[in-house]
């Protein structure tokens, strides 16, 4: 077995002319919490949809806990879990039916999907929440039980793609320390986007920056502070991208959505 | 085990909103009672016998068709609002997903039209011979898992609600008004005959006439063949569909 959980070479992901990702390669260790940081439309949303089998890339190879993420989706499936940017609940299902069908479809023996649910579900302060409907629950709520269901087939990678967005910091604070603990005592590799750089900055063991499709710093908090020469994060992320505004392409589902979504939270 | 459960999902949040089983029921009785009792003297008069009788079969056929392909705005929504990327990193194939979705709005729909069924006997309806009736079921569960499938291969290649509704106007109201469902396909002028014939809907509606009142204007192996085909088919363009979708 190599020190490294996520192995990436360089990949790849071209869409029409459009170039999103550009030829990058990195890896992460076991055990580790990896900040992955970017603007918008630098390519961090594609490369997480390419880690976790929602995209195919253009080129280049991904492996997963030794899994041809390409080749071997299935297998490689089993071995993470995630919490996408947009909540992923089904909001007509309770709490508990949405960890139940999630435990299903990783085939999870039953009497280790009920005596796992509970556990998380305490963990993330839900469980006396488990028979509610999903619809009824807040942001923050939402957020940690997907945390709870991305963890319950036993990954030994969790995506997190903004996971705080949105949150207040009450929130935020609880939601790492459960990450944090479950890095601890699980040894999971916790793989995050943020753009909460102070967050990052108190997480991550190690931190890569991409923009514009390519991976322009790769290393711990120190070694940005020391190549940046500044003294705190968001100093070194600003002189790594600049300090220019994104004009991100806004994809029309992705519009459509945040519409309802606003609308919704009236 | 996982079909079951996606299959059961879609029964509970149906049986969770009451609007949706009043809704989907209510159109068809709607236009049962409005035709019905509205034109069913005019027929009458005409010499054509019972209209209510007539129009029963239509009108089950009619729930089936909205009612599946209203369906399809349930992928829509699964799209629109992450349910969709849950069950597609999951280590299951994109056909499991679809199947058991899909055979979860097959048993809501083809309960609504049996809701519409026994409501029609509350009017009058009765089948000519009971014997025939399970084989009437077979068709409208048949048909509906056409349209079930139809409708999610839809949903798939249309990204929002206003898209699938336009759909809805201009394709599914045209094959519902030209299948002979409210209206005896004889009586069409030649240009409509021909595209009734053309309609595979036509032929579903004629079969439950077959069945439930031993009334047809096709022969009733043709209208079989044509819905054997129409499944095929159908299943083929959902799950294609299906797997085409990208997040």
Same mark, same amino acid.
């Given at each position: 077995?190599?020190?490294?959980?996520?192995?990436?070479?360089?990949?790849?992901?071209?869409? &029409?002319?459009?170039?999103?990702?550009?030829?990058?390669?990195?890896?992460?260790?076991?055990?580790?919490?990896? !900040?992955?940081?970017?603007?918008? &439309?630098?390519?961090?949303?594609?490369?997480?949809?390419?880690?976790?089998?929602?995209?195919?890339?253009?080129? !280049?190879?991904?492996?997963?806990?030794?899994?041809?993420?390409?080749?071997?989706?299935?297998?490689?499936?089993?071995?993470?879990?995630? #919490?996408? $940017?947009?909540?992923?609940?089904?909001?007509?299902?309770?709490? %508990?039916?949405?960890?139940?069908?999630?435990?299903?479809? %990783?085939? /999870?023996?039953?009497?280790?999907? +009920?005596?796992?649910?509970?556990?998380?579900?305490?963990?993330?302060?839900?469980?006396?929440?488990?028979?509610?409907?999903?619809?009824?629950?807040?942001?923050?709520?939402?957020?940690? @039980?997907?945390?709870?269901?991305?963890?319950?087939?036993?990954?030994?990678?969790?995506?997190?793609?903004?996971?705080? =967005?949105?949150?207040?910091?009450?929130?935020?604070?609880?939601?790492?320390?459960?990450?944090?603990?479950?890095?601890?005592?699980?040894?999971?590799?916790?793989?995050?986007?943020?753009?909460?750089?102070?967050?990052?900055?108190?997480?991550?063991? *190690?931190?890569?920056?991409?923009?514009?499709?390519?991976?322009?710093?790769?290393?711990?908090?120190?070694?940005?502070?020391?190549?940046?020469?500044?003294?705190?994060?968001?100093?070194?992320?600003?002189?790594?991208?600049?300090?220019? +505004?994104?004009?991100?392409?806004?994809?029309?589902?992705?519009?459509?959505?945040?519409? #309802?979504?606003?609308?919704?939270?009236? | 085990?996982?079909?079951?459960?996606?299959?059961?999902?879609?029964?509970? *949040?149906?049986?969770?909103?009451?609007? *949706?089983?009043?809704?989907?029921?209510?159109?068809?009785?709607?236009? /049962?009672?409005?035709? &019905?009792?509205? +034109?069913?003297?005019?027929?009458?008069?005409?010499?054509?016998?019972?209209?209510?009788?007539?129009?029963?079969?239509?009108?089950?056929? $009619?729930? +089936? @068709?909205?009612?599946?392909?209203?369906?399809?705005?349930?992928?829509?929504?699964?799209?629109?609002?992450?349910? @969709?990327?849950?069950?597609?990193?999951?280590?299951?194939?994109?056909? *499991?997903?679809?199947?058991?979705?899909?055979?979860?709005?097959?048993?809501?729909?083809?309960?609504?039209?049996?809701?519409?069924?026994?409501?029609?006997?509350? =009017?009058?309806?009765?089948?000519?011979?009971?014997?025939?009736?399970?084989?009437?079921?077979?068709?409208?569960? =048949?048909?509906?898992?056409?349209?079930?499938?139809?409708?999610?291969?839809?949903?798939?290649?249309?990204?929002?609600?206003?898209?699938?509704?336009?759909?809805?106007?201009?394709?599914?109201?045209?094959?519902?008004?030209?299948?002979?469902?409210?209206?005896?396909?004889? &009586?069409?002028?030649?240009?409509?005959?021909?595209?009734?014939?053309?309609?595979?809907?036509?032929?579903?509606?004629?079969?439950?006439?077959?069945?439930?009142?031993?009334?047809?204007?096709?022969?009733?192996?043709?209208?079989?063949?044509? @819905?054997?085909?129409? #499944? #095929?088919?159908?299943?083929?363009?959902?799950?294609?569909?299906?797997?085409?979708?990208?997040?």
């Amino acid at each position: 077995m190599s020190d490294s959980i996520i192995d990436v070479k360089n990949l790849t992901k071209i869409y &029409g002319e459009h170039k999103v990702v550009k030829n990058i390669s990195f890896s992460v260790a076991r055990g580790e919490v990896f !900040g992955f940081l970017g603007p918008n &439309g630098a390519g961090k949303s594609t490369t997480i949809k390419m880690l976790t089998t929602l995209l195919k890339p253009t080129n !280049g190879t991904i492996k997963l806990d030794g899994t041809n993420v390409i080749e071997e989706k299935n297998e490689a499936r089993f071995s993470f879990g995630i #919490v996408f $940017q947009d909540p992923s609940l089904d909001d007509e299902l309770t709490a %508990y039916e949405n960890m139940e069908l999630h435990g299903v479809l %990783y085939h /999870l023996p039953k009497a280790d999907r +009920i005596k796992r649910s509970e556990e998380l579900m305490k963990l993330v302060e839900l469980w006396d929440r488990k028979d509610s409907l999903v619809k009824t629950f807040s942001g923050g709520m939402k957020r940690r @039980l997907e945390i709870a269901r991305g963890l319950l087939h036993h990954p030994k990678v969790l995506f997190l793609d903004e996971p705080t =967005l949105g949150l207040d910091t009450q929130t935020r604070n609880l939601l790492w320390d459960y990450v944090e603990k479950l890095n601890k005592t699980e040894g999971m590799t916790i793989f995050f986007t943020t753009h909460y750089l102070e967050e990052a900055e108190n997480v991550a063991d *190690r931190i890569a920056v991409i923009d514009d499709g390519k991976i322009i710093a790769n290393g711990t908090v120190k070694q940005l502070l020391a190549l940046t020469k500044t003294k705190d994060l968001e100093s070194a992320y600003l002189r790594l991208t600049g300090k220019q +505004i994104r004009e991100e392409e806004v994809d029309p589902n992705e519009a459509f959505r945040s519409r #309802v979504r606003s609308r919704r939270m009236r | 085990m996982e079909i079951y459960y996606l299959w059961l999902r879609q029964i509970k *949040r149906y049986t969770r909103s009451k609007s *949706r089983m009043i809704g989907a029921v209510g159109q068809p009785i709607l236009f /049962l009672l409005a035709l &019905g009792y509205g +034109i069913g003297s005019l027929y009458k008069r005409a010499g054509n016998g019972n209209y209510i009788e007539f129009l029963v079969p239509g009108i089950i056929i $009619q729930t +089936i @068709l909205f009612g599946a392909i209203f369906w399809g705005i349930n992928i829509i929504w699964d799209k629109q609002f992450g349910f @969709l990327k849950e069950t597609l990193v999951a280590p299951v194939s994109r056909l *499991r997903i679809l199947m058991g979705s899909a055979l979860g709005g097959s048993t809501t729909t083809l309960a609504q039209a049996t809701m519409v069924f026994f409501l029609s006997m509350l =009017l009058g309806f009765r089948p000519y011979n009971w014997l025939l009736v399970p084989l009437a079921l077979i068709v409208a569960m =048949l048909f509906t898992f056409a349209v079930t499938c139809f409708g999610a291969g839809l949903a798939s290649r249309v990204n929002d609600f206003q898209g699938f509704q336009a759909i809805n106007q201009f394709l599914i109201f045209p094959l519902f008004f030209l299948s002979g469902a409210l209206f005896p396909i004889q &009586g069409f002028p030649k240009a409509l005959k021909i595209i009734a014939s053309c309609n595979p809907v036509s032929y579903s509606v004629d079969a439950m006439r077959h069945l439930l009142i031993n009334q047809g204007y096709f022969q009733l192996w043709k209208d079989l063949a044509v @819905l054997g085909l129409m #499944v #095929v088919v159908m299943v083929w363009f959902g799950v294609s569909s299906f797997k085409k979708i990208e997040t």
